[in-house]
């Protein structure tokens, strides 16, 4: 059996992603950033398929990405309140990192699951962040939908897309608590 780790248990159980307009403009380095993506690629992965890839966007290339999204959900009629909530996300925190859900041929694991080892590496990399003393969020949105601006702004190929944006940065205000669900709620217990 494994060692207890009390202070992992104990990390796990009090997380709180920080809010993404609250993180300031200082980053991880580099160095910082790939110790946290090493992380994010330790998920379960039936198969050992890593059906993910990162990509990570720092200084200018934010500010790109944003008015390109700018752009694109104009030129789609979307309304100029979206429009700007939308871009300006990709101006929180220092460093984003889009987690690409990149499917692997079928074999003996279905898509689906391809699909869920993905967003595991996000909230790896979300708690990785956490841990190192990071601010971060995790967030999808318009971006993460549009076939047009993944595969013209992102380079993902027609197979890909986006499982998360997560946000890296400084932490501006330490966030509240926020309601929890009832463990007793949403869970059944079957012994037989």
């Known amino acids: 059996m494994p060692a207890p780790n009390p202070a992992a248990l104990e990390f796990l159980l009090t997380r709180r992603s920080r809010p993404a307009k609250t993180l300031t403009p200082v980053a991880p380095d580099r160095a910082e950033i790939e110790q946290m993506l090493t992380a994010a690629a330790r998920v379960p992965d039936h198969g050992k398929l890593a059906p993910f890839r990162f990509l990570v966007f720092r200084g200018e290339a934010r500010e790109r990405l944003a008015a390109a999204l700018a752009a694109r959900m104009k030129a789609a009629g979307e309304p100029p309140e979206k429009v700007e909530k939308q871009s300006n996300s990709f101006r929180y925190g220092g460093a984003i990192v889009a987690v690409v859900f990149t499917p692997r041929p ?46 013209a702004e992102l380079g993902l190929a027609a197979n890909e897309s986006v499982a998360g944006f997560i946000h890296l940065g400084g932490e501006a205000v330490a966030p509240s608590d926020r309601s929890r669900p009832d463990i007793a709620e949403i869970t059944d217990w079957i012994d037989a």
């Not at 079928?106 to 699909?115: I, S, T």
């Not at 962040?129 to 076939?147: C, H, P, V, Y």
């Open 106 to 151: 079928p074999r003996k694991v279905p898509e689906w699951e391809q699909h869920l080892a993905a967003g595991c590496a996000c909230l790896s990399l979300l708690n990785a962040a956490l841990a190192m003393g990071w601010g971060a969020n995790w967030l999808t949105g318009w971006a993460a939908e549009s076939r047009e601006f993944m595969e």
